[in-house]
């Protein structure tokens, strides 16, 4: 929970070297930029699309020891030291009675037949245990040898003192430690001479070679690469050999009414397979819905879990997760935002940058490179809700790298483009989900107290998203109720305040827009000049999420005429903005203008005759004008509003029949649609009896076949 501020205490004076709080001139000539780039309508949609393919998925993370190669190190580490030898134990070669055999299967078979010894290397579960005991089984058939195979401890490998246990027969070391790094030059031909003399084939599994071993001029003597099998085929051989009474051809018709193929495209390893082909055959033998078996094979966290465990190297990390961040972004965005993350949390010399569009469009993968007839190509994950789990996941598990990801987090939620900053904002948003306490205070709260107004945005985008895709809402809320009522206590107190009225304004401001109007008053009745872009935006991204009566009713109850004068200042002010900012096409008020008719003349007029929001709010009715030049179906919306301000008072009357005629006559920018308003209003007004006495405009409605004003019977 947030730290409680000292709420009751008097208003602490503000302190000079922090510079004054702007005034009322200074606020209005940024207003327009400011507030418009707060209120972006591209940043609410990116973050109501992260928000909507999240699903409000959040995932346990329980870290785990693993390590990633090519000048980087994580995860929690393992011990080198040496285990106590154990004995040799049998294997049980029908484990393989099923492989299938993958390209370069037979270079290995013959390194062993005529080496004694092989070392199969390739990442885990890559299929390199199951390689091993097929060529040796193979071997061992060849020569006519009992298929006898014993399995050792790794200690032996490097051990120049090593001697072979059992004559005439297979044996396998599982190397789990990254033992065969110590392996040498000298080892390899002193065990493959007393292999050799014993009559006895050693195969040895291991993950990617480096240390002593990848510098040994003799390796490639020894050293066999692990290439994948079909992991189709290896469906189909298992399912087949369990399932004798089906033929090939219905297997596979059965198997193509099923997602399997996009499965197994996506996480090709062996060992998927043989799960994804166990399921089947327990489809088939309960007679059970084989799409729905296979479909319960995608699980997300196992397939992050996978490729983790599978040692990617820094390079192929700092891909995937700048796409978990900058997900649906543009190629160039994407793969320039992993270049910058690759850059920092390698430790590579190397003056090269990873090529990542020529290893998507090699073969396909979890991460989709998608083409746009209207658009640069875009990168995103092939199901939507690997997102939040890669983001999971490696944060938890990369703890020697979090500084650096944080610091390339942190560029990413300040870049210049909206696009990229704001789905970095949604990503900082989702990570904080797993730990909102750590979230917070190491970034999210940094951001919001920034000097910046972008990453002070993005905090308040990140604080949506962690609030609307987690059970942390109430949490959320409660810092941003604190941040606003600094305003109250402290004037020095600006950044964490300006944030709290940007995220009043995303999706749990319209969730909940009359928590987020009671703490935007705040702001606006206790805040100064300096809270009125932040405040505005947040006013016009409520009306754009359709909360227009809640915002209207706000509006009129700060703009009442008997409120204190800067306040009610503010708020006629930000009620011009709004009123006068566009949504797609036009403003977005002008959208409700006939259902809230009442309303709008009410604040319109209020509006024009303040002295100091006289000019803007003719400046918003000017903007309504020009929409129904260009657009005539909006003119009769127009005209009802306008006869509602004029049917307020005869000045206001007098004040829009004067605005539109200049208007109507400006030689560098005439409005047709400001004559016509014109000639229906003074025509209204001279129906009247007695001329003295103010229209009734409210009277008054739109004839749509006519498009005029016409007085309804009595």
Known sequence: MPEEGPAAEPRAPADPAAGAAPSRAEALKGLRGTAADFSSVRSGRIVAEGISRAGGATINVFQGDFAVYGGFTAGGGRTAGRRPGRRPTPVRLADVEYYVEPAGFESGVDTLDTQNLVIFTGKLRSGRRSQALATVRRVLECAKLDLVV??????????????????????????RQGRAESVDDTWLTLVAERLRDQGSFLVVATGPVRGTLATAPKRADYVVTVDLPDPMEIVRRRVLGEQPWLSPADLDDRLAGTELAELLDEREGPEFATRAANAVIGALRKDSDLAEA??????????????????????????????????????????????????????SKATTTPRYLRALTRQRSWIEYVEHVDGPPLVRFRHANLRPVVLALTWFEFDGAREAILAWLTAQAQHDDVEVRTRAAVAAGMLSTNDFGHGMHSYLKTWAASPSATLRLSAAWGLNVAGQVSDHADTVWAYLEQWADLVRYDANARDLPATAALALGGPLGAANPARALRVLRVLVCDGDWGFLAAAASTAHMLLEEGRVSEVLDALTDWTDPTAAEEPLAKALTMFTYAAAAQGADRPVLLLSAARFRDELAELWGRALNHMDVHEQALEGLRTWVRVADRDPTVRDDVLLMLAGVADRDHRDY????????????????????????????????????????????????????AGRITRTAP
């Open 654 to 705: 007098d004040q829009l029949l004067h605005a539109l005629r200049d208007w109507a006559t400006d030689p560098d920018d005439p409005s047709a649609a400001a004559d016509d308003f014109r000639r229906e209003l003074s025509e209204a007004g001279e129906l009247l009896d007695e001329p003295d006495v103010q229209p009734d405009l409210g009277d008054y409605r739109a004839v749509p076949d």
């Open 150 to 175: 014993h399995e050792l401890g790794d200690e032996v490998l490097g051990d120049p003192t090593w001697r072979v246990p059992h004559a005439r027969c297979g044996l396998l070391v599982e190397d």
């Open 294 to 347: 296979v479909a319960r094979l995608r699980d997300p966290r196992d397939q992050v879990q996978e490729w983790l465990d599978s040692e990617p190297d820094v390079a192929d990390i700092a891909f995937v997760f700048a796409t978990a961040v900058l997900e649906g972004a543009s190629y160039l965005h994407v793969a320039d935002a992993a270049v910058a993350l690759y850059r920092r949390i390698g430790t």
